[in-house]
């Protein structure tokens, strides 16, 4: 029964976008290290330049007409993301994350992430509950792999803006942006994942309703889990 929460949302709010939740929009007019660094980030996160590519700093600048100082600068910028590591030539080679940097990286998202849900069950907005309701609802109704995973991150941005600590929110999502891949592939490694995870969010967002911080932290903990169990079935040894 996942409709009734974005019923519940909409009883107690007014006429807001029914749009779901992009996530953050592309910068304009942006100069030649940002707009490098703003492709190649997008196609590491989603997966079309996969783990070990080595990224080489004269073909890329051929191929956005950039000076090489501004492509160096752009995969330093990726480098300190933690996306890309550094090279002494200046290129760059794409991280492939094994099964310990995916539980490290789960370990710490459990740690943060539950206390995000907590201070949004008591300071969400109506706008963010509307919001994370809209992109649930996109989520229950989407079936492919990358666009799901896709509102995944948004629904979680979502939650973890209405935290209202932006430290918090930039931790979390440079966390969820070096393993945004790997979730993909769990929801073709684990067939019923997508299922499970939507009513684990359902949880999250009734808790974050009712304004009870203990259950939101708790529902946010047990779904991080969920998904680690199913991304290191895909990721063994």
């Given at each position: 029964?996942?409709?009734p929460?974005?019923?519940?949302?909409?009883?107690?709010?007014?006429?807001?976008?029914?749009?779901?939740?992009?996530?953050?929009?592309?910068?304009?007019?942006?100069?030649?290290?940002?707009?490098v660094?703003l492709?190649?980030?997008?196609?590491?996160?989603?997966?079309?330049?996969?783990?070990?590519?080595?990224?080489?700093?004269?073909?890329?600048?051929?191929?956005?007409?950039?000076?090489?100082?501004?492509?160096?600068?752009?995969?330093?910028?990726?480098?300190?993301?933690?996306?890309?590591?550094?090279e002494?030539?200046?290129?760059?080679?794409?991280?492939?994350?094994?099964?310990?940097?995916?539980?490290?990286?789960?370990?710490?998202?459990?740690?943060?992430?539950?206390?995000?849900?907590?201070?949004?069950?008591?300071?969400?907005?109506?706008?963010?509950?509307?919001?994370?309701?809209?992109?649930?609802?996109?989520?229950?109704?989407?079936?492919?792999?990358?666009?799901?995973?896709?509102?995944?991150?948004?629904?979680?941005?979502?939650?973890?803006?209405?935290?209202?600590?932006?430290?918090?929110?930039?931790?979390?999502?440079?966390?969820?942006?070096?393993?945004?891949?790997?979730?993909?592939?769990?929801?073709?490694a684990?067939?019923?994942?997508?299922?499970?995870?939507?009513?684990?969010?359902?949880?999250?967002?009734?808790?974050?309703?009712?304004r009870?911080?203990?259950?939101?932290?708790?529902?946010?903990?047990r779904?991080?889990?969920?998904?680690?169990?199913?991304?290191?079935?895909?990721?063994?040894?």
């Amino acid at each position: 029964m996942r409709r009734p929460i974005y019923a519940m949302a909409r009883r107690s709010g007014s006429g807001a976008s029914s749009r779901p939740y992009p996530g953050p929009a592309a910068p304009r007019g942006q100069d030649g290290p940002k707009r490098v660094k703003l492709v190649l980030h997008r196609a590491i996160v989603s997966g079309t330049i996969p783990g070990g590519t080595r990224l080489v700093r004269a073909s890329i600048a051929r191929e956005f007409a950039a000076d090489p100082r501004q492509v160096r600068d752009a995969l330093r910028e990726l480098a300190a993301e933690g996306l890309v590591r550094m090279e002494e030539t200046g290129d760059a080679v794409v991280r492939e994350l094994c099964r310990s940097d995916l539980e490290d990286i789960y370990q710490v998202r459990m740690l943060l992430e539950p206390l995000a849900a907590a201070r949004a069950a008591s300071l969400a907005s109506q706008d963010d509950v509307m919001r994370a309701a809209r992109v649930l609802a996109a989520m229950e109704s989407e079936t492919d792999a990358s666009r799901w995973a896709d509102y995944n991150s948004s629904f979680h941005r979502v939650i973890d803006e209405s935290a209202s600590s932006p430290r918090l929110v930039a931790i979390l999502e440079n966390l969820r942006e070096l393993s945004a891949c790997y979730v993909r592939h769990s929801i073709l490694a684990v067939p019923d994942r997508a299922d499970r995870a939507n009513a684990e969010h359902e949880e999250i967002m009734r808790a974050v309703i009712a304004r009870d911080p203990v259950a939101a932290a708790d529902a946010m903990f047990r779904h991080l889990d969920g998904t680690l169990s199913a991304l290191t079935i895909r990721c063994r040894g």
